[in-house]
């Protein structure tokens, strides 16, 4: 649905050749994580040094992976990044714990990892934020049950809704027609769910928030909080790009500091954990934590990683060090790209005016409009990418997204600065105020109804129809434009007039769009009668 990474088409590739060889080589003045001798001197986090306990025996294996503590392992691989990896790539042997019943290093590293974040309980994850939501959903709500969530929300808690049952009330999020970006929910548009649930007899089983967004904006989580307490609702936040917060004190609370009930975070997206690793945290007493245990069972891998379960030991160990000034180069970095940023005239950067109803936008995570140049967000990344070696984040129709992390560094830095700013000695400033997709009725989703829960529609009988045809019937695939990545039709919402304008709009565009069977969009899958 968005975008994790890049995916470069052959001239991106040949001309990363020439940019690899213009960079200098990282130095130790750019790496953050301390050099193996400092790590020595210090006591390795449980789980990691069980790890390489275990990884050091001189063990005769007859066990599972079939490599063989990298002895079978593929040769095009080790040449890449080595053997010790495999060496380290172990099953849950005895000395290692049970990810479902921890009793020794892994339970020993969630206990710290739940100090250090400030929860009742935490959870690693070795299946992503997409499995803690899957699990925060399925504990909360049960079949028939609803779930209030903005219509925003990631892909994950659409396929939450289908694994649970639960009906969805959505919250249509605030929208900016200016960036074509979505923002988060307010506690009014909270408070008013509730009440219009409770008007027909019935009750929330949990609120949804995400916060912050992709784009860094982050909703009033205490305020949420304290309202859905008052009701006994609780509150699960998608914090998946937000497992740095409260870490600095320029940098927004997190979401358990303001009293939320779970919270999932994508450990390896600003912090320094391995791609697919996570945490599930929980706080106060609304939600059993064994119903979370047994949902985690069915959910999570009986054979996960253990490269990704220290990974997350050893990002815990490695800001507990000294956690309120980690982010203090991050940070410097952040706010003077953007101080300069701002002086280039044809440039504008997203800040709270565009979103004037939430408290904070994320300081680590930068977004450039450039719709006054007469270029969309894809095109100015084509060209800091080929001119620079810029990798963005996440590029829009009218903006584009950097992510400031504990590895960014000064040379980088330049290179951004120098590519953002050739930009508008290169293109006219042209305010092409027309290509955005407003027409006066709110955001491309609004309006849309539901006919069938997403979990019946995940489950009925479809077919395949034309896009006219397709008109006033029950959406039968999750369509979702890339960007700005928000799902546009989600399995069981009628297809209305606006929402297929929209999509043909976007996608003449070039914009991808994912979920649908038909990525050319002439046919779309519809629920049968």
Same mark, same amino acid.
């Given at each position: 649905m968005?975008k994790?990474?890049? =995916?470069l088409d052959?001239g991106?590739?040949k001309?990363s050749m020439?940019?690899?060889e213009n960079c200098?080589? $990282?130095?130790k003045?750019?790496?953050v994580?301390?050099?193996?001798s400092?790590?020595?001197?210090?006591k390795?986090?449980p789980?990691?040094?069980?790890l390489?306990?275990?990884?050091?025996?001189?063990?005769?294996?007859?066990?599972?992976?079939?490599?063989n503590r990298?002895?079978?392992a593929?040769s095009?691989?080790?040449?890449l990044?080595?053997?010790?990896p495999?060496?380290?790539?172990?099953?849950e042997l005895?000395e290692?714990d049970n990810l479902?019943?921890? !009793?020794?290093?892994?339970l020993?590293?969630?206990?710290?990892?739940?100090?250090?974040?400030?929860?009742f309980? =935490?959870?690693?994850?070795?299946g992503?934020?997409?499995c803690g939501?899957h699990?925060?959903?399925?504990?909360?709500?049960?079949?028939?049950?609803?779930?209030?969530?903005?219509?925003n929300c990631?892909?994950?808690a659409?396929s939450?809704?289908?694994?649970?049952?639960?009906l969805?009330?959505?919250i249509?999020?605030?929208?900016?027609?200016?960036?074509?970006?979505?923002?988060?929910?307010?506690?009014s548009?909270?408070e008013k769910?509730i009440k219009?649930?409770e008007? !027909?007899?019935?009750?929330?089983a949990?609120?949804f928030?995400?916060?912050p967004?992709?784009?860094?904006?982050?909703s009033?989580?205490?305020?949420?909080?304290?309202?859905?307490?008052?009701h006994?609702?609780?509150? #699960? *936040?998608?914090?998946?790009h937000?497992a740095?917060?409260?870490f600095?004190p320029?940098?927004?609370?997190?979401a358990l500091?303001?009293?939320?009930d779970?919270a999932?975070?994508?450990?390896?997206?600003v912090?320094c954990?391995?791609?697919?690793?996570?945490m599930?945290?929980?706080?106060g007493n609304? $939600?059993d934590?064994?119903?979370i245990?047994r949902c985690?069972?069915?959910?999570?891998?009986?054979s996960p990683s253990y490269?990704?379960?220290a990974?997350?030991?050893?990002?815990r160990?490695? #800001?507990s060090?000294n956690?309120k000034?980690?982010?203090?180069?991050?940070?410097?970095l952040?706010?003077e *790209?953007?101080?300069?940023?701002n002086k280039i005239?044809?440039l504008? *950067?997203?800040?709270?005016?565009?979103?004037?109803?939430?408290?904070?936008?994320d300081p680590l995570r930068i977004?450039?409009?450039v719709?006054q140049?007469g270029?969309?967000?894809?095109?100015?990344d084509?060209i800091?990418?080929r001119k620079?070696?810029? *990798?963005?984040e996440?590029?829009?129709?009218?903006?584009?997204?950097?992510?400031?992390?504990?590895?960014?560094c000064r040379?980088?830095v330049d290179?951004?600065?120098?590519?953002?700013?050739?930009?508008?000695?290169?293109?006219?400033?042209?305010?092409? #105020?027309?290509?955005?997709?407003d027409?006066?009725?709110?955001?491309?989703f609004?309006?849309?109804t539901?006919?069938?829960?997403?979990r019946?529609?995940?489950?009925?009988s479809?077919?395949?129809?034309s896009?006219k045809?397709?008109?006033?019937?029950?959406?039968g !695939?999750?369509i979702?434009?890339?960007?700005?990545?928000?799902?546009?039709? #989600?399995?069981?919402? $009628?297809?209305? !007039?606006?929402?297929?304008?929209?999509l043909l709009?976007?996608?003449?565009k070039?914009?991808v769009?994912?979920?649908?069977?038909?990525?050319?969009?002439?046919?779309i $899958?519809?629920?049968k009668p």
């Amino acid at each position: 649905m968005v975008k994790e990474t890049h =995916t470069l088409d052959q001239g991106k590739k040949k001309a990363s050749m020439s940019l690899i060889e213009n960079c200098r080589s $990282v130095t130790k003045d750019d790496i953050v994580i301390p050099d193996s001798s400092a790590v020595q001197q210090h006591k390795l986090p449980p789980l990691v040094s069980a790890l390489k306990a275990s990884a050091e025996e001189n063990a005769a294996s007859f066990h599972f992976p079939g490599h063989n503590r990298g002895r079978a392992a593929p040769s095009s691989l080790t040449q890449l990044i080595g053997v010790r990896p495999f060496l380290h790539d172990l099953p849950e042997l005895p000395e290692l714990d049970n990810l479902f019943t921890p !009793e020794g290093p892994i339970l020993d590293a969630q206990k710290e990892a739940a100090k250090l974040f400030g929860a009742f309980e =935490t959870w690693f994850l070795v299946g992503g934020s997409t499995c803690g939501i899957h699990a925060a959903v399925m504990a909360t709500c049960s079949p028939g049950e609803t779930l209030i969530l903005p219509r925003n929300c990631h892909i994950s808690a659409t396929s939450a809704m289908v694994l649970s049952g639960a009906l969805p009330k959505y919250i249509s999020p605030a929208y900016n027609f200016d960036w074509d970006i979505a923002g988060g929910i307010t506690p009014s548009q909270v408070e008013k769910a509730i009440k219009e649930l409770e008007m !027909e007899g019935q009750k929330a089983a949990a609120v949804f928030v995400t916060s912050p967004t992709y784009h860094g904006i982050c909703s009033d989580v205490g305020s949420i909080s304290q309202l859905c307490h008052s009701h006994e609702i609780p509150v #699960i *936040v998608d914090e998946a790009h937000g497992a740095h917060l409260g870490f600095h004190p320029q940098l927004p609370r997190s979401a358990l500091h303001q009293g939320a009930d779970l919270a999932v975070q994508s450990t390896h997206k600003v912090l320094c954990s391995l791609t697919q690793s996570s945490m599930l945290h929980v706080s106060g007493n609304l $939600v059993d934590r064994e119903r979370i245990c047994r949902c985690l069972q069915n959910l999570q891998s009986t054979s996960p990683s253990y490269l990704l379960l220290a990974s997350l030991d050893a990002t815990r160990a490695q #800001i507990s060090e000294n956690p309120k000034k980690f982010f203090n180069k991050a940070i410097e970095l952040a706010v003077e *790209v953007k101080t300069r940023i701002n002086k280039i005239r044809e440039l504008s *950067v997203l800040d709270l005016p565009s979103f004037s109803d939430f408290p904070v936008i994320d300081p680590l995570r930068i977004t450039i409009g450039v719709w006054q140049l007469g270029l969309s967000g894809l095109e100015a990344d084509e060209i800091l990418y080929r001119k620079y070696g810029v *990798v963005s984040e996440l590029t829009g129709t009218r903006s584009i997204t950097f992510a400031f992390n504990l590895g960014t560094c000064r040379e980088h830095v330049d290179r951004l600065i120098s590519g953002l700013e050739h930009l508008p000695e290169t293109f006219l400033p042209i305010q092409r #105020i027309e290509d955005r997709v407003d027409d006066g009725c709110g955001a491309p989703f609004d309006g849309i109804t539901m006919s069938l829960s997403p979990r019946d529609a995940f489950f009925a009988s479809k077919r395949k129809v034309s896009v006219k045809d397709s008109l006033g019937k029950t959406c039968g !695939e999750l369509i979702c434009p890339y960007p700005p990545g928000i799902p546009l039709l #989600i399995p069981g919402e $009628v297809i209305t !007039e606006r929402a297929m304008a929209y999509l043909l709009q976007v996608r003449s565009k070039g914009i991808v769009v994912s979920g649908a069977a038909d990525p050319s969009l002439s046919t779309i $899958v519809v629920c049968k009668p």
